[in-house]
């Protein structure tokens, strides 16, 4: 199993350019998670999904947009980068049946100039 | 508002030693805590996950426990290595939306 992967690894984007951050998992997860991780602001959740075709908003959710595409995927959009948005962006999903661990992705590290 | 503190300054000790590290919240009543190590430049993997009606949870060199009077989370790593070299997450859920909320982490270098 792959666990929980992420493209791309690294970014690089001018302010105003849109990009699409691709998340899978393959362990037959329902539940799935974007966050945000800052120096010293720690992990910030996005947008979260319960099941396919659910989406919530978390804690940051501005400027940002998500799609569950299926069960194995959960994709997360910026329409227009701004600076403030250079961070470090983690998929997540949860394991079912009373096990509420997460497991997290490997992380894309997005720079917006 | 929900506050969950852990201690900002990295944590340095010397090999063999048991190593302690703090999560501490407020306004807060959850129904589970979970530690989770992360290494640089990788997302943070799951270590010990304790319930509210649990004093302590063991696994290997790890133990974790819960005082929800105190309103605090130990953890410990036992025969600390260089290995364990990184930083430790707390985070905390009540139950109902499975959406945890995590501590800013607090680093351990341990010193061969």
């Known amino acids: 199993n792959a666990g929980v992967t992420q493209t791309p690894k690294f970014q690089v984007l001018k302010t105003g350019q849109s990009m699409t951050l691709q998340c899978a998992q393959d362990?037959?997860?329902?539940?799935m998670y974007w966050y945000r991780q800052d120096p010293g602001m720690g992990l910030r959740l996005i947008y979260y999904s319960a099941s396919e075709g659910t989406t919530d908003k978390g804690e940051v959710p501005n400027g940002y947009n998500v799609s569950r595409l299926n069960k194995r995927e959960f994709s997360l959009r910026l329409e227009s980068a701004a600076p403030s948005q250079t961070s470090v962006y983690f998929c997540?999903?949860?394991?079912?049946?009373?096990?509420?661990?997460?497991?997290f992705g490997p992380g894309t590290r997005l720079t917006v100039t | 508002s929900q506050k969950i503190e852990q201690n900002s300054e990295a944590l340095n000790i010397q090999e063999g030693k048991t190593a302690t590290l703090t999560c501490n919240y407020t306004?807060?009543?959850?129904?589970?805590l979970q530690w989770y190590r992360q290494d640089p430049g990788r997302g943070p993997v799951f270590l010990l996950l304790i319930r509210e009606n649990e004093k302590e949870k063991r696994k290997e060199r790890l133990k974790v426990t819960f005082d929800t009077t105190l309103k605090q989370s130990l953890f410990h790593i036992t025969a600390s290595q260089p290995a364990d070299s990184a930083t430790y997450l707390c985070?905390?859920?009540?139950?109902?939306?499975?959406?945890?909320?995590f501590g800013r982490g607090t680093s351990l270098i341990v010193h061969p």
């Open positions: 306004n807060y009543s959850p129904a589970y």
């Open positions: 985070a905390l859920d009540s139950g109902g939306s499975y959406i945890p909320t």
């Open positions: 362990m037959n997860h329902n539940s």
């Open positions: 997540a999903s949860r394991g079912d049946r009373g096990r509420n661990e997460q497991y």
